[in-house]
């Protein structure tokens, strides 16, 4: 069947203009390609890749910071829960800072190939935008490990930082598995639950930054604190550990998709209203919306 469509009817569909009351229609956004795709929303693919680099530039520099020999801060704390501490609060705030910068307001702020497979699950994502979604933040985590490294002259690459690698903790990878899992759902249950919320959406990203804080503090002895493939794999493929990286692909996926799963039970099937994690915003979105959640939620659909 061919449906024809005018300009403005193109313009919504790429754009997600429709109000946010009314249900969405078989569109032209619904049956677009890899080049459609590519064509339309490469700002966005590009804002997560540009986001994973930031965090990861982030993760080496704080990592090199607060363990490389040469830092004062190292032998100044000599506390390792103060040194995680320290660390979770500085991750935590950039993962905020990410998720509230223009960058993140437009992509939705993921910057984890997990919870995006965990958002398409639910259909918030067409199939190629979740790929290339995948692509951006597996190519930005490496590139942020490389421009840590060459901003500072290889000092990640000591063996006391080693580009801040996740690896399983004294008690071996079963339970380095069992807590990636756990904490993978945590956060991502949160964010559903959250964002779902009416007068709680607003904070998702301080409820986020805070999961970040406090993980990196107390679970990082347990599998080296990651919830992220492609935050695991960027510095992996400097390090060269790769020995346990199914770890970090399958327990944070799993995590995720059993707690978009649990959030469905929740809600009786009904899906979230949209895959951002900042929704207060005037930023295109090119998700999917559903719309059953209250009128006052706002997810601005306007093209820039």
Request: proline fraction near 6%; include cysteine; charge should be positive.
């Amino acid at each position: 069947m061919t449906t024809t469509v005018n300009g403005n009817s193109v313009k919504e569909a790429v754009n997600n203009t429709r109000p946010l009351g009314t249900p969405r229609a078989q569109s032209v956004k619904d049956t677009l390609g890899v080049a459609a795709s590519l064509r339309l929303h490469w700002p966005e693919y590009l804002m997560e890749a540009g986001e994973m680099s930031i965090f990861m530039f982030c993760i080496c520099s704080f990592a090199t910071l607060l363990q490389h020999p040469a830092s004062p801060l190292r032998h100044f704390l000599i506390s390792g829960i103060v040194r995680r501490a320290l660390m979770g609060l500085a991750i935590g705030a950039t993962v905020m800072a990410l998720i509230l910068s223009p960058w993140g307001k437009q992509s939705g702020g993921h910057i984890n190939p997990a919870m995006t497979f965990a958002f398409y699950r639910l259909g918030k994502l067409r199939p190629w935008d979740a790929l290339f979604y995948g692509v951006a933040q597996f190519c930005g985590a490496t590139i942020g490990v490389a421009l840590a490294t060459f901003l500072l002259r290889g000092a990640p690459a000591d063996g006391t930082v080693r580009y801040a690698v996740t690896a399983p903790g004294v008690y071996g990878a079963a339970v380095a598995f069992a807590a990636e899992l756990a904490i993978s759902f945590i956060l991502m249950i949160t964010v559903l639950l959250v964002t779902n919320h009416e007068r709680l959406a607003r904070y998702t990203p301080y409820f986020v930054g805070s999961l970040y804080a406090v993980n990196i503090t107390f679970e990082t002895p347990l599998s080296g604190m990651s919830m992220n493939p492609a935050r695991t794999f960027g510095p992996a493929a400097y390090a060269g550990y790769w020995h346990t990286l199914w770890i970090y692909f399958i327990a944070p996926t799993v995590g995720m998709l059993a707690a978009a799963e649990t959030f469905l039970r929740i809600r009786g099937g009904v899906a979230p209203y949209c895959a951002k994690l900042h929704h207060a915003n005037d930023a295109r979105c090119i998700f999917h919306h559903t719309p059953q959640l209250p009128k006052r939620r706002l997810c601005a659909n306007t093209s820039r």
